[in-house]
Every structure is written in structure tokens, then in C-alpha cells.
């Protein structure tokens, strides 16, 4: 077992690491097997993919303090370094599932002073537990940590908009970030088990070309995704219903069609992933409970509400 809350430096910058007491280590998972399942980079034009090691390559900031007042009490910000979160979270995450990782992918924007992960987990034979993560730098973004599914037909991330949780870089973020870790690690498999369950019913709700586009056309309307992500959506649903495109997918069923419009996601940029994905989960399953009828779907305003720890 290892105690990681000793001091160390990274690029001349001396900072705690993250104290997750007695959960043991797990090493870096590789690479996906595939470049296109790695964090998907359009939408985000100065990004770029980094491994894990590079993460380091990123300047850690010193932490910043209020005027006027002692050093003790008054930390405004203290930053997280970026390979130290993806350690806390790839750690605690495989104790608590029990499992360890089978892949790991990183993109950096902003002259890396935004960084968003992804690590997957086995768990059936169709879909993977995947963990995503984003921080920065630059107070742009808080340390967040979101469950959801990823399919290994296609690696489309499939985000549970009620599963995600933020801790913004403050005093004590690193006592209190494993604590975060470990509360949406504990919750991890049942929200597998739920979005496995609910992913499973709607490919059961028949869903054919017309109310394909009509679903887009109500996701856009919302402003849940833009006419870029629509468009790709739509080439998506139509190269799978051709057969030019993961045949699994070209079924016309509800389950595909949230598919689809994930596919379209992937066109997003990074920072908005949480956002958007729990915007069209939310719009389908509403569509689910009333069995695909566009005309008795109950669809009600929606925003995202990230808890706060």
C-alpha cells in the first residue's frame, strides 16, 4: 500500500501530492488500441492528444493567495497536478470496481492549460465503464470527474449527465479531491448497471428515419447540440443504416439513434462534453418513456447541474 501525500516538485514548482491514504497505486493503462477511441480532439482547434507522461511536460502554477492576509488561511487557488489527478482517479476508481483499467487517453488545449482524460474500464462485452476527467490551469476549469459508458464498437463516450461531480481548486483540494474521487468511484458501477439497463431498453424502442430527424431537430432547437453536431449526427445515422458504418448500429432503434447523435459529439469541443452529453441523455430517455412518440414525449427545460463537493 502506498501513502502519496509526501511534497515533490515538477518544473521547479514544489506542491503537496494528493492524499489517498492507504488505496494502492495502479499504473498508467496503455493507449487505445485505436488513435480514433482516444479523447477526440474536433471541435477544440488548439488541442492536442498527450499521453500520460506528458502530462508532466505541462508547468504546474503556484498557488495563489488573497491580499493582506497570512499564507495559513487565505489560499485562493491551488492547482492539481494534472498527472496527480489522473493517478488519484485511475487508483481509486480500480479499487473500488475491483478492476483494473484497459486504457487511458489524454488531450490538452490552451497551450495545455486545459487538460481532459479518459479512462476505461472492462465491464460487459459490448461496452466498457469509461471515467472521464477534466482540469486546468488556468481556473478556467475545476477538477470534475464524470461516469458513463463506452461502447468498444466505436469508443463514443456516453456520459451520465446525473453522474458527475467538480471541486474547484481551494484550500484543502488535496484532502478533500480523493474524498470527491472516492464518493463518484462508489457510485460507479451502480451507474453502469443503470446506464447498461436504460441503454438496453431503448434498443427496444423502435425508431426509424423521420423520427431520427425530428429527434435532432428537437436536441438543436434546445441549443443541446449546434447545426456542426447535427449534421455529423445525420451522416453518422445515415452511414450506419446503409451498412457503410458499424453494421451493430444500423438497427432503427432509439439505442442507435442516441448513438448517432453521440458519434455527432465527438465533433464537439472537449470543455462542453459533460454539458452536452447529459443534454441528450436526458432529451432520450424522455423520448424512451414515451416509446419513441415525439407527440407524447414530455421534454422539459433542462440545464446542467454539476454537483459540488
Known amino acids: 500500500m502506498v501513502r502519496l501525500s509526501n511534497l515533490k516538485q515538477l518544473n521547479g514548482v514544489t506542491f503537496k501530492m494528493l492524499d489517498y491514504q492507504t488505496t494502492p497505486r495502479v499504473s498508467p493503462a496503455p493507449l487505445p488500441a485505436m488513435s480514433r477511441d482516444q479523447v477526440c480532439l474536433i471541435g477544440a482547434k488548439d488541442a492536442f492528444h498527450t499521453s500520460y507522461a506528458g502530462l508532466a511536460d505541462i508547468k504546474v502554477p503556484e498557488e495563489t493567495y488573497r491580499e493582506n492576509k497570512t499564507k495559513a488561511d487565505t489560499v485562493s487557488y491551488q492547482p492539481v497536478p494534472y498527472q496527480d489527478f489522473a493517478d488519484a482517479t485511475r487508483s481509486i476508481f480500480a479499487e473500488a470496481l475491483n478492476l483494473e483499467p484497459v486504457s487511458e487517453s489524454y488531450a490538452l488545449a490552451r497551450e495545455g492549460q486545459q487538460m481532459f482524460g479518459k479512462i476505461v474500464f472492462p465491464w460487459d462485452d459490448r461496452r ?4 472521464a476527467l477534466r482540469s486546468s490551469y488556468d481556473k478556467s476549469i475545476a477538477n470534475q470527474v464524470a461516469g458513463g459508458l463506452d461502447t468498444f464498437i466505436c469508443a463514443n463516450g456516453m456520459l451520465n449527465g446525473e453522474a458527475m461531480i467538480s471541486l474547484k481548486h481551494t484550500l484543502n483540494v488535496y484532502e478533500r479531491l480523493p474524498q470527491m474521487i472516492r464518493e463518484m468511484a462508489s457510485r460507479a458501477a451502480a451507474t453502469a448497471r443503470q446506464l447498461t439497463e436504460r441503454l438496453d431498453a431503448w434498443e427496444r424502442v423502435p425508431f426509424h428515419d423521420d423520427a431520427f430527424h425530428a429527434y435532432v431537430g428537437i436536441l ?22 446503409s451498412g457503410d458504418l458499424h453494421d451493430e448500429h444500423g438497427v432503427p432503434n432509439l439505442a442507435n439513434a442516441f448513438q448517432a447523435v453521440s458519434g455527432g459529439l465527438q465533433r464537439g469541443a472537449p470543455r462542453r462534453a459533460f454539458q452536452d452529453f447529459g443534454g441528450v441523455d436526458f432529451v432520450t430517455d424522455r423520448l424512451a418513456q414515451a416509446g419513441g412518440s ?14 459540488e463537493f
Open 128 to 131: 466498457g465503464l469509461a471515467i
Open 294 to 307: 415525439m407527440h407524447d414525449a414530455h421534454i422539459p427545460a433542462w440545464d446542467l447541474t454539476i454537483e
Open 220 to 241: 438543436q432547437g434546445r441549443g443541446i447540440v449546434t447545426a456542426h453536431i447535427a449534421s455529423a449526427a445525420r451522416n453518422y445515422w445515415a452511414a450506419c443504416r
